[in-house]
């Protein structure tokens, strides 16, 4: 896997390209304009840091910090103006049902209830209903 970047990339040879001008042509510690700073972070954004700071010659560091407060900036941008509750009804119970009735006879047979809070007050009287009834006969 190529870890430079094409030099046949058209924006990436018109970033190197004006860069190269103004490195030229820049009068003693000048600082790279905003607009070639700009371009070189549209790059990183696409093509990753390293990439774009070796083939731009751009120092790594200044190049990922300021993708990183581009990023930043455009998220402070696109994040809502206010916040709110919001409830989502997914129909999901969120907590298991109140009681839970196992009934087993001597034969290990049993059968598992699960009442709501609302009918755990019948438990008694379907226990016995259950209980009083005759076995049926095979």
């Not at 990183?44 to 731009?56: C, D, F, P, S, T």
Request: charged fraction near 20%; aromatic fraction near 4%; hydrophobic fraction near 45%.
């Amino acid at each position: 896997m190529s870890t430079s970047l094409p030099a046949t990339n058209p924006p990436l040879a018109e970033t190197a390209a004006a860069l190269a001008q103004w490195r030229s042509t820049r009068r003693g510690s000048s600082r790279i304009p905003e607009e070639l700073w700009s371009q070189a972070t549209e790059l990183a954004e696409r093509y990753g840091i390293a990439k774009v700071a070796v083939a731009l010659k751009l120092d790594y560091k200044s190049l990922k910090h300021r993708l990183s407060a581009r990023n930043a900036a455009e998220d402070a941008r696109s994040a809502p103006v206010s916040s709110s509750f919001v409830e989502l009804d997914l129909g999901l119970p969120l907590a298991p049902p109140v009681c839970v009735l196992v009934l087993t006879d001597r034969a290990g047979r049993a059968l598992r209830i699960e009442l709501p809070q609302a009918a755990s007050s019948h438990i008694a009287e379907v226990a016995c209903s259950l209980w009083q009834v005759e076995p049926c006969s095979r």
